[in-house]
């Protein structure tokens, strides 16, 4: 979600806690974080905790949240199952 600055009209700033948040894990060290980014914001590479240059951003699956009619078993019309025997 986006707000407008009280600030100025023309500056849009991200709401706190609304920014991607990233996973990384150092190649060198093991060392696992997280970190907030603007999109724009070029990926981390180096590991903030031993300087090394082997930081990889890690990915994982996105849950997926089905809502509504339709997407369950249950849904589904029970008349189709008796009309075949004409």
Request: proline content about 6%; overall charge positive; aromatic content about 12%.
């Amino acid at each position: 979600m986006w707000r407008v600055s009280r600030q100025s009209r023309n500056t849009v700033k991200p709401v706190e806690g609304t920014l991607p948040t990233y996973h990384y894990q150092c190649k060198n060290c093991g060392y696992d974080f997280t970190q907030w980014q603007e999109f724009s914001d070029d990926p981390i590479t180096v590991c903030p905790q031993c300087s090394a240059s082997q930081v990889r951003k890690i990915y994982s699956a996105v849950p997926i949240e089905f809502k509504g009619h339709g997407f369950y078993r249950t849904d589904a019309s029970s008349s189709s199952s008796g009309s075949s025997s004409k």
